[in-house]
């Protein structure tokens, strides 16, 4: 049999982390030492009342800031707060010719966790509430925003026990699709012998995994009773997203794979395992430094 073993990481701007919930990714900032309940995961954002901004432009703003903060990966809704949800707060006051926008998250108990000083916009493009104009002051804002989320949920993450920085992760190992033969059952099987260790738990719970490994395997016949398999492990995060795949090209006799995989489904999880562990320390150690 003859195997080659290919790991290719998909490195991510954004990615989640541990058991909490977390909107926030990027990097850190100065008020999330502060913080003692762990982020929702939403952030609302709200029409704000004190910006200098009519209802109509208001609400146009706070719509643009919602959106530009999810297209960073920050889950977030523009629309009211209820109790018990972490909202953004927007401010304004001005400073000469200029608009000076503010911003403050706060908690579920009504207590700032962090607050940043938006970029000047010129006062009278901001008072006639213009479409361009506040969409700009959104895009420009929402990368400060991010960063000052992303700290507190650092916070969160460093000072909770349960949190993926001080435990082992959790991986639970989901299904393998396309495989000939016995593969579709055998390949998993195998692999959850092989992937426990000191660093990493196997659970039998998606829900409870800070990621999950999928498998997707091809068969093309390759001539002269050979077939060339590929095997394609994805590692997920807890918002599915991919962090990192370890790819698997086995030729062998079409015999070794129907009806029974065999020695060859030991083989290939054993090469698998060792791939996805690596994916996944690696992700622990890259939040770890962020």
Not at 256 to 274: K, R
């Amino acid at each position: 049999m003859r195997m080659k073993n290919l790991i290719l990481g998909l490195p991510l701007l954004l990615a989640a982390c541990g058991t909490l919930p977390e909107p926030f990714y990027g990097n850190p900032g100065r008020e999330g030492a502060i913080l003692s309940i762990p982020p929702a995961p939403v952030l609302m954002v709200p029409a704000p009342t004190g910006a200098l901004l009519g209802d109509d432009a208001a609400k146009l703003y706070a719509k643009d800031l919602a959106a530009q903060l999810a297209d960073m990966d920050v889950p977030s809704i523009y629309g009211p707060a209820a109790k018990g949800d972490w909202q953004l707060v927007t401010t304004a006051k001005l400073a000469g010719n200029n608009v000076l926008p503010a911003y403050a998250v706060m908690g579920p108990n009504g207590k700032p966790y962090g607050q940043v000083q938006g970029a000047p916009v010129p006062a009278a493009a901001w008072a006639d509430g213009t479409a361009d104009a506040l969409q700009d002051a959104a895009a420009t804002d929402a990368r400060p925003l991010s960063k000052l989320l992303a700290n507190i949920n650092a916070r969160v993450q460093q000072s909770n026990p349960l949190s993926l920085e001080n435990r082992p992760p959790r991986v639970f190992i989901g299904k393998v699709t396309g495989a000939p033969g016995d593969g579709d059952s055998a390949l998993p099987l195998d692999l959850s012998r092989d992937l426990p260790s000191p660093d990493l738990e196997l659970v039998t719970n998606a829900k409870q995994a800070d990621f999950t490994v999928t498998g997707v395997v091809k068969a093309t016949p390759s001539g002269q009773g050979q077939v060339t398999v590929e095997l394609d492990w994805s590692v997920l995060d807890t918002n599915h997203r991919k962090i990192g795949q370890v790819t698997q090209l086995h030729v062998l006799a079409a015999s070794d794979i129907s009806p029974y995989w065999g020695d060859v489904a030991v083989a290939a999880a054993t090469e698998a395992a060792s791939g996805i562990q690596q994916v996944v320390i690696n992700e622990k150690l890259k939040k770890k430094a962020s």
